[in-house]
């Protein structure tokens, strides 16, 4: 196979697969000056995290990750959804586009699957995606800061109630 047509193969295998996973992932939280105030999205939801693989390799540190799929409810109020967990109501604007990304202190801290917890990471969750369009989706992360809040990752779907 010619230099081109390798560079073609591995270009279109880059772009499926961002049009699959990248499309997921939100970088920053939305800012409140690109939060939808159309109310395009707002009312209930459903959460409905896929299960995911039971451990997840990240560098050298391995996630035990729970392994089970899960649903919950969560609420967009004027641009502004909210979900309340672990005995905290957390808050997150959604961009005009459907785009959010909510990050969800735990007051926990990560262990290393090798022993103590030696750097005292907190561990972060996240959810993030997009409620726009036919098939709304995204991520839900369980991560430790140390690790860019990279962690137990599972597929998320929404579904307005």
């Given at each position: 196979m010619s230099i081109i047509k390798q560079l073609a193969t591995i270009s279109l295998i880059t772009i499926l697969a961002c049009s699959t996973g990248c499309a997921s992932r939100v970088?920053?939280?939305?800012?409140?000056?690109?939060?939808?105030?159309?109310?395009?999205?707002?009312g209930r939801w459903q959460v409905h995290l896929f299960k995911e693989p039971r451990t997840q390799?990240?560098?050298?540190?391995n996630f035990r990750c729970s392994g089970k799929e899960v649903k919950f409810t969560m609420a967009v109020h004027d641009g502004v959804l909210k979900l309340a967990r672990y005995g905290t109501v957390h808050q997150a604007n959604v961009a005009h586009d459907g785009s959010f990304r909510l990050e969800?202190?735990?007051?926990?801290?990560?262990?290393?699957?090798?022993?103590?917890?030696?750097n005292k990471s907190e561990v972060t969750i996240i959810l993030q995606g997009s409620l726009a369009g036919d098939e709304p989706s995204g991520l839900h992360t369980?991560?430790?800061?140390?690790?860019?809040?990279?962690g137990c990752e599972a597929?998320?779907?929404?579904s307005r109630l």
């Open positions: 970088n920053r939280p939305v800012s409140d000056e690109n939060r939808d105030k159309e109310s395009l999205y707002d390799a990240i560098g050298r540190d969800m202190p735990t007051k926990s801290t990560y262990k290393r699957s090798r022993g103590a917890n030696n369980i991560g430790a800061a140390y690790l860019n809040n990279q597929k998320t779907k929404y």
